[in-house]
């Protein structure tokens, strides 16, 4: 086994990029990678379940002619940003990714170049602070369609699919959901029973602390649901009919979910999105939340 020489280097470089690692970053959090893919440095990979190891996202350094949000990291890639004039800029070896400090050459053996730091290795790295890529992907993909503000339902996509999203959680509400904000009128709407308030960690959205947020209650979850990281089906939703809501009226989580290619149903309303739309309204959910607090509220239907 030979350490990569200059030689070979740009087999490598020019069909891709490293791996990361978590230990390569001195810090890791939403707010801190979502810098540094608006300053253009990093992508987010997917690897799919068709891979031999587990799936999930990874972070590489970007390439340049490939989408910073790589949906199957085994397809379309192109040069890392750092390969230029036949070498990778970052001279000093101990500031490159870990998968380029573990980069050798299998030259002699005509495999051309192989990392020691891998897919499997790297997801096993990468499992305590997935959570963290994955909302921040997400985020980044929900940004653009938010933009795009085009949100078409392809009913026989949902009726293959069975409901997953629905049957593991369901839909946030976005402020604009509703045509007033203060407690007198959003208590009357949930004293029927369908809405649940959850606090979105800070951990999750970037942002310096916890906020509260509106969604639609999970079947057997409680008004204040503290434990929403547990998959429980959505309170409207029916396996024979599907969602209670019309197109148009759908919570915007629900209008946003995304479907992809080998990711499934893409969260189209972030966490940090949600909690950015929410945070003018903590007063006002702060005294809902205690209002509620253990009290039992059943479903009494949306009229």
């Known amino acids: 086994m030979k350490i990569v020489?200059?030689?070979?280097?740009?087999?490598?470089?020019?069909?891709?990029?490293?791996?990361?690692?978590?230990?390569?970053?001195?810090?890791?959090?939403?707010?801190?990678?979502?810098?540094?893919?608006?300053?253009?440095?990093?992508?987010?990979?997917?690897?799919?379940?068709?891979c031999n190891a587990e799936s999930g996202w990874l972070i590489r350094p970007a390439q340049i002619n490939t989408a910073r949000i790589q949906t199957n990291i085994f397809v379309g890639n192109s040069q890392c940003i750092h390969f230029k004039e036949g070498d990778c800029e970052i001279k000093d070896h101990n500031h490159r990714?870990?998968?380029?400090?573990?980069?050798?050459?299998?030259?002699?053996?005509?495999?051309?170049c192989k990392s020691y730091y891998g897919i499997t290795k790297a997801l096993e790295d990468w499992k305590p602070f997935q959570y963290i890529i994955e909302d921040t992907a997400y985020?980044?993909?929900?940004?653009?369609?938010?933009?795009?503000k085009?949100?078409?339902?392809?009913?026989?996509?949902?009726?293959?699919?069975?409901?997953?999203?629905?049957?593991?959680?369901?839909?946030?509400?976005?402020?604009?959901?509703?045509?007033?904000?203060?407690?007198?009128f959003l208590k009357r709407i949930m004293d029927r029973g369908f809405i649940s308030i959850v606090p979105i960690s800070h951990k999750?959205?970037?942002?310096?602390?916890?906020?509260?947020?509106?969604?639609?209650?999970n079947l057997g979850s409680d008004v204040i649901e503290f434990e929403a990281h547990i998959a429980r089906p959505c309170i409207l939703w029916d396996s024979k009919t599907g969602c209670f809501f019309d197109d148009d009226d759908r919570p915007y989580g629900g209008k946003a979910l995304a479907p992809t290619p080998n990711i499934g149903c893409v969260?189209?309303?972030?966490?940090?999105?949600?909690?950015?739309?929410?945070?003018?309204?903590?007063?006002?959910?702060?005294?809902?939340?205690?209002?509620?607090?253990?009290?039992?509220?059943?479903?009494?239907g949306m009229i």
């Not at 990714?97 to 051309?112: C, F, M, P, Q, W």
Request: hydrophobic residues 30%; aromatic residues 14%.
């Open 204 to 217: 999750q959205t970037g942002l310096e602390k916890d906020v509260l947020t509106l969604k639609v209650r």
């Open 150 to 184: 085009e949100f078409l339902f392809d009913h026989e996509v949902c009726t293959k699919c069975g409901g997953r999203c629905c049957r593991s959680c369901g839909c946030a509400f976005s402020p604009n959901d509703f045509n007033e904000i203060s407690f007198s």
């Open 97 to 112: 990714t870990r998968g380029a400090k573990l980069l050798v050459s299998n030259h002699d053996y005509g495999e051309g």
């Open 267 to 300: 969260m189209g309303y972030s966490f940090r999105q949600r909690a950015i739309d929410w945070l003018p309204y903590q007063e006002i959910l702060v005294k809902l939340g205690e209002f509620y607090y253990e009290k039992d509220i059943p479903f009494k």
């Open 5 to 50: 020489n200059e030689e070979y280097v740009g087999w490598c470089c020019m069909s891709g990029s490293c791996l990361y690692a978590p230990g390569d970053f001195k810090e890791i959090s939403v707010a801190y990678f979502l810098r540094l893919y608006e300053e253009g440095n990093i992508m987010f990979s997917y690897v799919p379940e068709t």
């Open 139 to 148: 985020h980044i993909l929900a940004e653009k369609r938010r933009t795009t």
